[in-house]
């Protein structure tokens, strides 16, 4: 690795900013996982097929979920690059652009699918249990209902975290939070609408975040922000620039989730025991994954500054900083979780071969997960943020299919490991995507990628 030569006198960050990007970046990344591990932890006093219903949907929801933030991210790089620049004024304006897309396409997306809700679930996982599939329809319809909340929401926070103000999008997590626990409660224990109550509590835990997050980023005094929001101004050249972004990390996203449900599928046909193995398993992943998340969301914003302002050099010196201390944090939750994983799978109320299962592939997953998650997923957004989109894109869609798709099947149903063969698809999908991501990063082509 070849040594840097900077001027640390002339960086456009000091380590207190980093500090005040990161540290609420992380709170608000646990505090987002939770809404979700609190719907299945919840819901697990109803029943294993409570916990497996909201598994299954949260695996389509994902899809939705990050094709939505993959819109939040373009937005969030444009208008990185124009602050970088010191262009504010078109930073606004790109904001503007941003929420009409947003808005657009997932008011289009939440209403196509709750017309074909139960047609949806039969067609992916037709196989499954009547009570599981009774379960997951429940919990399906507040959750499409609150996509365009959602979709906004993450928008506006994309904006705030590109001014470097994540404080704030720390605070809107807390909120939705204390609703969606407290909701929870009360619908599923109180009121005892299982697991349409954890559905109606995330519901309104997105929408009341959402509106309070509108106001936010409709107030003046902030650098971006979304100037006559009642006034219509369509600009397709700014469309173009969100979107030069925001479809290849959108493809990315949709075809890798799209290999995510597949795999769900083939988990299903495994049995109910795998499939509520795997919803601990992707629960308490997402936890081990939380520092390389919110390190991730924060070199859009610094690394996107320096590509803005032309300094590649500030953005390769970030980028190696950053990496360094999502090991760090990494190998720490890493750790926790490997030793904890029988009290956590204990939690969900599992059958006995569901949580012996769970504690394996968690076990199992942790090692995996520090030794190369951040290379393959923390990485890749150094590269989106300095526009190189589509060489991510590639080598994530071929890296899904080739790899942990195939291989999910041939590992887990031909050779008969089950749930087991198709983690270690998973890993090797990992490496592979590291190893091009690496190469990438160190040879420099992102570089030379212009976004604005």
Known sequence: MRPLKIDKSELMFDSRFLKSLIIPLLIETLLSVTIGLMDTIMVAGVGEHAVSGVSLIDSISALFIFLFSAFATGGAVVASQYLGKKEPENARYSAKQLMYLSIGFSVAVSALLFVF???VLHLIYGTIDADVMDSAVMYFEPILISFP????????NALFRSMGKSRITMIVSIIMNVINVTGNYILINIVGLETLGAGIASLASRAVACFYMVYKVTRP????????????DFSLPMIRRVLRVALPSGIENSMFHIGKILIS?????????????????NAVSTMANIPGTAIGMASVTVIGQCCGAGKTDQAEYYGRKL?????????????????A???????????????????ESTRLNMLQTFLIWPLAFTLPNYLRAAGDVRFTMFVSVASMWIFRVLLSVLLGTVLGLGFIGVCWGMFIDWYCRAAFFVYRFLKGGWKTKKVV
């Not at 005094?221 to 219509?232: A, C, G, S, Y």
């Not at 046909?269 to 795997?278: E, N």
């Not at 071969?353 to 769970?358: D, I, K, P, V, Y």
């Open 265 to 281: 599928s083939t988990i299903a046909s495994f049995g109910t025991a795998s499939i509520a193995a795997s919803a601990v398993f």
């Open 221 to 232: 005094q902030e650098v971006i922000h979304i100037e006559d929001p009642l006034r219509f």
């Open 149 to 156: 909340f959602l979709a906004v929401l993450n928008s506006a």
């Open 341 to 359: 994983a029988k009290p956590l799978a204990e939690m969900y109320n599992l059958s006995a071969a569901a949580e012996a299962l769970a504690i």
């Open 117 to 119: 809700r139960t047609q």
């Open 323 to 339: 990496m360094a201390l999502t090991y760090m944090m990494m190998g720490a939750t890493c750790l926790l979780i490997f030793i």
